[in-house]
T-cell receptor, first 118, second 112 residues
Framework: GAGVSQSPRYKVAKRGQDVALRCDPISGHVSLFWYQQALGQGPEFLTYFQNEAQLDKSGLPSDRFFAERPEGSVSTLKIQRTQQEDSAVYLC????????????????FGPGTRLLVL | AQSVTQLDSQVPVFEEAPVELRCNYSSSVSVYLFWYVQYPNQGLQLLLKYLSGSTLVKGINGFEAEFNKSQTSFHLRKPSVHISDTAEYFCAVNNYGQNFVFGPGTRLSVLP
């Protein structure tokens, strides 16, 4: 079956613009994660959804970052009033089970959206 | 809090030579350990994971890793690398009630 897809693959924004990044997880996967990967770094956790519920948003760097998954499938990460420090690759991952019983579960990653804020 | 250290940011190695990519973690409780590979312009792909049981874990593409609890390490090895193994490799740790924590990555460059 299809893997995790993300769109757009590349996004250039002017400082102050709002952007929306989309993630289509694997069908039937309960858990969905967003990560931010700065250049030369490993992915850093942003937020976690179990179905439509956002259970953990402790990694969101500021209140300019907002994520939703209204129907428990597709998710959107929105960044308002983008800043240069927001430039990074934003990765989405999904896994089959809820995180509280599936710590050992493999996370399946999308190709990422590369955001460049000028 | 969990953390992951990958001391080698870059590892160049000749084709068909063996390679070891080092990973050390810190955690106050038992953890699950993972190695992911990231090819250029692609998402992360799971290589292998340690959950419990045998400390030697075999993964895809001929990679294996050994969990050493006393040294809090989970080093990744391959006896003979190919050009196609050139990629970024990430070690990650996870346990109950926590989120995945990734290391900074090691860039493996296989030279002809």
């Amino acid at each position: 079956g299809a893997g995790v897809s993300q769109s757009p693959r590349y996004k250039v924004a002017k400082r102050g613009q709002d952007v929306a990044l989309r993630c289509d997880p694997i069908s039937g996967h309960v858990s969905l994660f967003w990560y931010q990967q700065a250049l030369g770094q490993g992915p850093e956790f942003l937020t976690y959804f179990q179905n439509e519920a956002q259970l953990d948003k402790s990694g969101l760097p500021s209140d300019r970052f907002f994520a939703e998954r209204p129907e428990g499938s597709v998710s959107t990460l929105k960044i308002q009033r983008t800043q240069q420090e927001d430039s990074a690759v934003y990765l989405c991952a999904s896994s089959l089970l809820p995180q509280d019983i599936g710590q050992q579960e493999t996370q399946y990653f999308g190709p990422g959206t590369r955001l460049l804020v000028l | 809090a969990q953390s992951v250290t990958q001391l080698d940011s870059q590892v160049p190695v000749f084709e068909e030579a063996p390679v070891e990519l080092r990973c050390n973690y810190s955690s106050s409780v038992s953890v699950y350990l993972f190695w992911y590979v990231q090819y250029p312009n692609q998402g992360l792909q799971l290589l292998l994971k340690y959950l419990s049981g045998s400390t030697l874990v075999k993964g895809i593409n001929g990679f294996e890793a050994e969990f050493n609890k006393s040294q809090t390490s989970f080093h990744l090895r391959k006896p003979s690398v190919h050009i196609s193994d050139t990629a970024e490799y990430f070690c990650a740790v996870n346990n109950y009630g926590q989120n995945f924590v990734f290391g900074p990555g090691t860039r493996l460059s296989v030279l002809p």
